[in-house]
Protein backbone atom coordinates (compact mmCIF):
# COMPACT_ATOMS: atom_id res chain seq x y z
CA UNK A 1 0.00 0.00 0.00
CA UNK A 2 1.33 3.95 -0.74
CA UNK A 3 0.77 6.39 1.26
CA UNK A 4 0.76 9.98 0.57
CA UNK A 5 1.90 12.66 3.15
CA UNK A 6 2.75 16.45 3.27
CA UNK A 7 0.34 18.47 2.23
CA UNK A 8 -0.78 21.42 3.68
CA UNK A 9 -1.71 25.37 2.84
CA UNK A 10 1.05 27.22 1.44
CA UNK A 11 0.83 31.15 0.08
CA UNK A 12 1.80 31.60 -3.17
CA UNK A 13 5.58 31.13 -3.74
CA UNK A 14 6.08 29.10 -1.14
CA UNK A 15 7.02 24.97 -1.19
CA UNK A 16 5.96 21.89 0.20
CA UNK A 17 7.77 18.46 -0.13
CA UNK A 18 5.64 15.36 -0.30
CA UNK A 19 6.32 11.79 0.54
CA UNK A 20 4.75 8.73 -0.42
CA UNK A 21 5.90 5.32 1.86
CA UNK A 22 4.59 1.95 1.03
CA UNK A 23 3.43 -0.79 3.52
CA UNK A 24 3.04 -4.45 3.37
CA UNK A 25 6.05 -5.95 2.24
CA UNK A 26 8.27 -5.83 -0.43
CA UNK A 27 8.25 -5.24 -3.83
CA UNK A 28 10.07 -4.51 -6.76
CA UNK A 29 8.94 -1.19 -8.00
CA UNK A 30 9.54 -0.04 -11.23
CA UNK A 31 7.97 3.25 -12.42
CA UNK A 32 6.48 5.73 -9.52
CA UNK A 33 4.48 8.69 -11.02
CA UNK A 34 2.75 11.74 -8.61
CA UNK A 35 -0.49 12.85 -10.42
CA UNK A 36 -3.16 15.44 -8.79
CA UNK A 37 -6.77 16.29 -9.36
CA UNK A 38 -7.81 19.43 -8.63
CA UNK A 39 -11.99 20.01 -7.83
CA UNK A 40 -13.98 19.56 -10.78
CA UNK A 41 -11.20 18.74 -13.21
CA UNK A 42 -9.61 15.05 -14.40
CA UNK A 43 -6.43 13.67 -12.58
CA UNK A 44 -3.34 14.61 -14.71
CA UNK A 45 0.17 13.58 -14.44
CA UNK A 46 2.19 15.37 -12.85
CA UNK A 47 6.04 13.78 -12.55
CA UNK A 48 7.34 10.66 -13.24
CA UNK A 49 10.86 8.77 -12.56
CA UNK A 50 12.02 5.45 -13.64
CA UNK A 51 13.65 2.22 -11.41
CA UNK A 52 17.09 4.28 -13.42
CA UNK A 53 16.08 8.03 -12.06
CA UNK A 54 14.98 8.93 -15.93
CA UNK A 55 12.20 11.61 -15.09
CA UNK A 56 9.82 13.17 -17.03
CA UNK A 57 7.39 16.42 -16.15
CA UNK A 58 3.98 17.63 -16.99
CA UNK A 59 4.77 21.15 -18.77
CA UNK A 60 2.80 23.09 -16.10
CA UNK A 61 5.47 21.93 -13.62
CA UNK A 62 8.51 22.11 -14.72
CA UNK A 63 11.50 24.06 -13.41
CA UNK A 64 9.22 23.94 -10.17
CA UNK A 65 9.03 20.46 -9.03
CA UNK A 66 11.48 18.35 -8.62
CA UNK A 67 10.43 14.22 -8.32
CA UNK A 68 12.77 11.77 -6.71
CA UNK A 69 12.94 8.17 -5.23
CA UNK A 70 15.06 6.38 -2.56
CA UNK A 71 14.16 2.95 -2.67
CA UNK A 72 15.45 2.38 0.79
CA UNK A 73 13.58 4.91 2.67
CA UNK A 74 10.21 6.55 1.46
CA UNK A 75 9.19 5.29 -2.56
CA UNK A 76 9.37 8.30 -3.78
CA UNK A 77 9.47 12.15 -2.81
CA UNK A 78 8.07 15.41 -4.72
CA UNK A 79 9.67 18.74 -3.94
CA UNK A 80 6.99 21.70 -4.99
CA UNK A 81 8.70 25.12 -5.23
CA UNK A 82 7.00 28.55 -6.36
CA UNK A 83 3.59 27.08 -5.78
CA UNK A 84 0.48 28.46 -7.65
CA UNK A 85 -2.95 28.75 -7.05
CA UNK A 86 -3.08 26.61 -9.86
CA UNK A 87 -1.08 23.82 -8.44
CA UNK A 88 -4.12 23.51 -5.49
CA UNK A 89 -5.62 19.53 -5.57
CA UNK A 90 -5.08 16.92 -4.26
CA UNK A 91 -2.22 14.64 -5.15
CA UNK A 92 -1.69 11.37 -5.33
CA UNK A 93 1.21 8.76 -5.73
CA UNK A 94 1.47 6.03 -8.37
CA UNK A 95 3.42 2.67 -8.38
CA UNK A 96 4.00 0.40 -10.99
CA UNK A 97 5.89 -2.99 -9.79
CA UNK A 98 7.99 -5.00 -12.04
CA UNK A 99 5.70 -7.53 -12.52
CA UNK A 100 2.83 -4.75 -13.91
CA UNK A 101 0.84 -4.33 -10.60
CA UNK A 102 -0.43 -0.53 -10.09
CA UNK A 103 -0.84 0.86 -7.20
CA UNK A 104 -2.48 3.90 -5.89
CA UNK A 105 -1.68 5.97 -2.91
CA UNK A 106 -4.35 7.39 -0.52
CA UNK A 107 -4.28 11.69 -1.55
CA UNK A 108 -2.67 14.68 0.34
CA UNK A 109 -4.27 17.87 -0.52
CA UNK A 110 -2.28 20.36 -1.37
CA UNK A 111 -3.74 24.21 -0.82
CA UNK A 112 -2.04 27.01 -2.61
CA UNK A 113 -3.91 30.31 -1.49
CA UNK A 114 -3.11 33.84 0.47
Known amino acids: QLQASGGGLVQPGGSLRLSCSAS????????MAWYRQAPGKQRELVAI???????TYAESVKGRFTISRDNAKNPVDLQMNSLKPEDTAVYYC??????????WGKGTLVTVSS
Open 94 to 103: YAITTKGTTY
Open 24 to 31: GGSVMINV
Open 49 to 55: ISDRGST
